[in-house]
């Protein structure tokens, strides 16, 4: 069994970031990469900035350092997952942060488990994680709050794949190449979608062993008054404890995902029934 426990990174080196010329710098860099879906190269940060490519080195491995932008391998920037989770704090996410914060914590203490927050990232078919509370036990799921993970093979990615409509679910099977993590990962676009059939029929999206060995997760739907899809609550854990306690978890889970999206004015939509390709439809 596996522990997901985390420790804390030690801090990242401050030198390249002080003083008010250095700051002005930082948010050139932030700007320019909240305008570039590509993502943009260090030449081209400069060149927007201002500044040169030498001063700006030490300003991104700072921001690397700290969740706010990524380095692909082609050597382009983008903006990071803590700096898009505080993003969606600061705009439309806030307010589901705080409505969801009593029902997560109602969670962790009617089933022992953690309880996440997570919806769709606004740049990527990702889920990130936006709050967490953690179990109290020894051996228990841990993620970081910005932290992104894959649609296919996560509780809550899943979820979100099931409010797809058809037109984002052929683009996301056509730009997905999914990752076997383990020997339960569900890979295959026939898997996945008799998956998202079941999910949008009972309500529960529910992963076991798919990403992590002995890490399992089940995630409910929370609406808003469109019916369009506002977040999933998540619980997660250990596998041998999820699966003994999976009754009273998907009760605890089906209501307090109900009384959330009850609290946002929400309803649950309709489906229609299975397409040929992509699935189901929503009205």
Avoid: W
């Avoid at 305008?35 to 001063?55: D, I, N, Q, V």
């Avoid at 505080?86 to 806030?94: F, N």
């Avoid at 041998?240 to 004015?265: D, Y």
């Amino acid at each position: 069994m596996n522990t997901y426990l985390r420790t804390r990174k030690s801090e990242p080196a401050t030198s390249g970031r002080a003083g008010p010329q250095s700051v002005g710098r930082v948010f050139s860099i932030l700007e320019s990469l909240a305008g570039a879906r590509g993502g943009s190269t260090l030449t081209e940060l400069a060149l927007k900035a201002h500044a040169p490519k030498t001063s700006l080195v030490g300003l991104l491995a700072g921001l690397a350092a700290e969740g706010c932008v990524e380095r692909d391998g082609d050597g382009r920037y983008r903006l990071g997952p803590r700096f898009l989770s505080l993003a969606m704090q600061a705009v439309s996410g806030r307010d589901t942060i705080e409505l969801a914060r009593p029902y997560l914590a109602g969670l962790v203490e009617a089933t022992g488990e953690t309880a996440v927050l997570g919806v769709l990232a606004p740049d990527a078919d990702l889920a990130i994680y936006l709050d967490r509370i953690e179990s109290a036990n020894p051996i228990r799921y841990a993620v970081t709050i910005g932290e992104r993970r894959e649609l296919h093979c996560t509780a809550i990615g899943k979820m979100l794949l099931a409010h797809f409509d058809d037109d984002h679910l052929a683009r996301y099977f056509k730009a997905a190449a999914p990752k076997r993590f383990t020997a339960s990962t569900v890979t295959s676009r026939a898997g996945l979608l008799a998956d998202i059939a079941a999910i949008r029929r009972d309500g529960l999206a529910r992963t076991r062993d798919e990403r992590v060995i002995g890490a399992s997760g089940i995630a409910a739907p929370v609406y808003a008054a469109d019916g369009s899809l506002v977040a999933a609550l998540l619980i997660a854990g250990p596998s041998e404890r999820m699966r003994a306690n999976a009754r009273r978890n998907e009760a605890v889970l089906r209501r307090a995902a109900a009384e959330c999206t009850a609290a946002h004015g929400g309803r649950r939509p309709d489906f229609d029934q299975p397409e040929k390709e992509t699935g189901r439809t929503r009205k």
